[in-house]
């Protein structure tokens, strides 16, 4: 990349990208399709016309086709269950879009290889599906498909308003002291996180960065990288973080102490959501079906499902429900239970993904992580680095992370799409040092009102 493009990209604060309107006068218009659940979700509020449907009955109603949900439907794989599911497609936020033959993610891209402190009943379960085997040269669980392996040299490429390095957390001492301070609670942190202990949760109680100012000075770079990878995970920063969540985040990402698998198929965690789905039966999976509302009846609940396709109301007779939807939404749901989750705050991200005929000539990387001024986009993965269909497109995911405030702006994503696709190919041809917008056929963009 030249200088010039340098100080642009490093500079660049697209913080207005939402409030963008229609695309400006003269410009290229992009065949674009947009997918958004929010409108699905509002069904709740806005179905009150709907008819009555039949009534059913079923010892567990699981509320959530994403990952949650599935891998509580397999726990319960032989019994009586249904498992409802407002998209038309399962994975939540692990999903994925196809086009043309080529499959690609919409949302959770990767994992890592467990180490074995992790909670024993998650790595049996993924050792069941045929996901992951044990290596005991190496002490950890690795990935059966190694063919969807990231190779180390092409894992990240981070910008900066400096320059690029390779990761987002600065090398030097502080990071050292950073990893020092967290390294004792290694062991502790488990998946899930109910098996954290008790006594860590008081962790709950103070930030992440109250944690580690008790006893480290952060400079203002290193707490941007922190922040960072907090937003990318958790959608938030440091300040609005638990200490638990921040230790958990490093403690569970075992390349701090060795050299670990990247795993990103092309779809990306729908993987994990394929290999759930194909071992349920195909008739106690509803999707295009939303939970309007749960009341408890004596021993049973009475659960109202919205079957969208029809515009009808369906109740289903319950002995337990699992939810596995969005915390927040617990509320409108099942209030009686809508305390647990008073204090989530969600964030809404949106995703896009560039179909394009491949000419662009440099090295890539898988993740292109950038630490500018614009705090909402995130960056993007390139899957030049991924296995892919022998002539198959080039695809770039963008990812941008939005405050929980900026959320109804995605509302009319339809208006301002052009502009925010022309504003990050904009971003894209910058950090490529080449202009990618005539090699672009075809765009898709999930919004994720809340995730
Ligand atoms: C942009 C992004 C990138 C990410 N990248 C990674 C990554 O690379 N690696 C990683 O490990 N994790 C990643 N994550 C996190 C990961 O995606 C989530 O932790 C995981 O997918 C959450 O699964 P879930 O089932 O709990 O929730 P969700 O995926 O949100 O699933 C909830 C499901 O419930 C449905 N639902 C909600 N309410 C109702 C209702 N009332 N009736 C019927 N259905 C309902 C929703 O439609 C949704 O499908 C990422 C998250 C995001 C947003």
Redesign the pocket.
Known sequence: MNRRSFLRLSSLALTGILTQSCNPAGSKAYDISIKS?MQL?HL?FESASFPEGNIFSTDYLV???????LSAACQIHNRDFVL????ED?????SSQSYAGEIFSQ?????LAYPDYYGQETLRFLEKLGVIFYDANAGLWDFVDSQYLIEAQVESQTLTETGFREQVLEQGKLKEDFLKLLFPYLSEMKMPTRLISEKLRLLNKISFTGFLHRSLVLTSSFKKGIDYQMKD?Y?ADADKVSALAGIHYYMCRPYYTEDVSLFSPPE??YYFIKKMADTLPEENIRTS????SISKTGKRFDVQVINIKNETVDVYRAQKVIY???KH?LKY?FAPDGHLFSNNEYAP?L?INFVLNDKIKSDPFWQNEFLTKDLHFMGFTDNASQIRRKGGYRIFTA?Y?FDSTQRILLASITDRAQAIVAETIKTISLYFDQDISNQVEKIFIRV?GH?
Do not use: K
Request: aromatic fraction near 6%.
């Open positions: 659940d979700g709740i509320v959530g086709g994403g990952v949650a949900g409802c599911e407002l998209s399962l994975g939540g936020s692990s949302g959770a891209h990767y994992d995970d959608g990306g965690n079906h939303l939970v309007r596995a939807g969005q939404a749901v991200w995703i990812y992370c994720m995730a």
